[in-house]
C-alpha cells in the first residue's frame, strides 16, 4: 500500500534553526496539501499545489515559511529561523481531483526548543 | 469566513452504547464534508465522505449525514467498542479564494470504556 509517506516523523529543534520535511503523495494524486495541527486543535491549511504550480497559501504561512513541489511528485516544507509557536504536527495529504477523499500521511511532529 | 465547530468536545461511553457526533458549519456553500478518525500523535484516516448532493454515507457501523440547509453533519456509530476510541474530526471542504481545502473543527474525543 504506498499511502502518503512523509519524512521525518519527529523533528527537535532549537530556536533560530531551519528545519525541512518531506511528503511524498500517493503516486497518481496531481493535487498537495500541507496543514498544520497543533495540540487539541483540527488542521489548518497552510499551502496547496495542483502538480508544480503553489496555487493557494495561508496568512499562516509566514515568511519564514516555504513550500515547494518542484517536478509535481514530493514537496518539501521548509521553516526558517524557527520559532517556539512552530510546534504542532505538519501533515500532508493528496488527492486525485476535488471531489475526491483527501489521504493524509503520519505527519511530522516538529518541537522547537 | 467557513468556521467548522464540533460538539460536544470529548464524550465517554460504556461500551455498546449507539453514539451521535455533531459538526455545524456557518457557510452551506460546501463542496463535501468528510469525517475522519485521528489516533493519539497519528495522521488523520477517513472515514466518510459525504458530496453536497447527498444526504448521507455509511459505512459498517458508521452512518454521516449532511443537512447543508442547516448547516449540519452527524456522524453515528453504532454498537460502540473500546476500538472506536480516538478523535474524531469533521471537515468541510471550501470554495472560499477558488481552490479546495478542508476546514476542521476541532474534534470529538471519545473514550469507549469496556
Known amino acids: 500500500d504506498t499511502g502518503v509517506s512523509q519524512d521525518p516523523r519527529h523533528k527537535i529543534t532549537k530556536r533560530g534553526q531551519n528545519v525541512t520535511f518531506r511528503c511524498d503523495p500517493i503516486s497518481e494524486h496531481n493535487r498537495l496539501y500541507w496543514y498544520r495541527q497543533t495540540l487539541g486543535q483540527g488542521p489548518e491549511f497552510l499551502t496547496y499545489f495542483q502538480n508544480e504550480a503553489q496555487l493557494e497559501k495561508s496568512r499562516l504561512l509566514s515568511d519564514r515559511f516555504s513550500a515547494e513541489r518542484p517536478k509535481g511528485s514530493f514537496s518539501t516544507l521548509e521553516i526558517q529561523r524557527t520559532e517556539q509557536g512552530d510546534s504542532a504536527m505538519y501533515l500532508c495529504?493528496?488527492?486525485?481531483?476535488?471531489?475526491?477523499?483527501?489521504?493524509f500521511g503520519p505527519g511530522t511532529r516538529l518541537l522547537v526548543l | 469566513k467557513q468556521e467548522v465547530t464540533q460538539i460536544p468536545a470529548a464524550l465517554s461511553v460504556p461500551e455498546g452504547e449507539n453514539l451521535v457526533l455533531n459538526c455545524s458549519f456557518t457557510?452551506?456553500?460546501?463542496?463535501?464534508l468528510q469525517w475522519f478518525r485521528q489516533d493519539p500523535g497519528k495522521g488523520l484516516t477517513s472515514l466518510l465522505l459525504?458530496?453536497?448532493?447527498?444526504r448521507e454515507q455509511t459505512s459498517g457501523r458508521l452512518n454521516a449525514s449532511l443537512d447543508k440547509s442547516s448547516g449540519r453533519s452527524t456522524l453515528y456509530i453504532a454498537a460502540s467498542q473500546p476500538g472506536d476510541s480516538a478523535t474524531y474530526l469533521c471537515?468541510?471542504?471550501?470554495?472560499?479564494?477558488?481552490?479546495?481545502?478542508?476546514?476542521f473543527g476541532a474534534g470529538t474525543r471519545l473514550a469507549v470504556h469496556p
Open positions: 459525504i458530496q453536497s448532493s447527498q
Open positions: 457557510d452551506s456553500a460546501i463542496y463535501n
Open positions: 471537515a468541510a471542504k471550501d470554495f472560499s479564494g477558488g481552490y479546495n481545502k478542508l476546514i
Open positions: 495529504a493528496s488527492t486525485r481531483a476535488g471531489p475526491e477523499t483527501q489521504y
